[in-house]
């Protein structure tokens, strides 16, 4: 049974960190591409942050540059987000996904985690 559960949310406050963490089972974790996604109420989902198999090429949403930091451990199964510098616009629900798939339109997303809820507030 395929299983992406992140944790790690919570709230914090501007200026503060996270660390978020997607634990996989089910699948062969090394042969796919990670990302963090997040959605915000009444906004559409954004991709925030992609790494590659073995961790050779990360991508990030603009607005996360600097401040966030995308890892994994292939070993345990693992993929991270470390995020720094919060801001109340970085409040959201962030999913995790799976891909080895990249079509015409962009990935396509085999596996989705159920989400952990961020809120960055004073």
């Known amino acids: 049974q395929v299983q992406l559960v992140e944790s790690g949310g919570g709230l914090v406050r501007p200026g503060g960190s996270l660390r978020l963490s997607c634990a996989a089972s089910?699948?062969?974790?090394?042969?796919?591409?990670m990302s963090w996604h997040r959605q915000a109420p009444g906004k559409e989902r954004e991709l925030v942050a992609t790494?590659?198999?073995?961790?050779?090429?990360?991508n990030y949403l603009d607005s996360a540059k600097g401040r966030f930091t995308i890892s994994r451990d292939n070993a345990g199964n693992t993929v991270y987000l470390q995020m720094y510098s919060l801001k109340p616009d970085d409040t959201a629900v962030y999913y995790c996904s799976a891909h080895r798939r990249v079509g015409v339109n962009g990935p396509k997303y085999d596996y989705w985690g159920q989400g952990t809820q961020v809120t960055v507030s004073s």
């Open positions: 089910g699948f062969t974790f090394s042969l796919y591409a």
């Open positions: 790494i590659t198999m073995f961790g050779e090429i990360t």
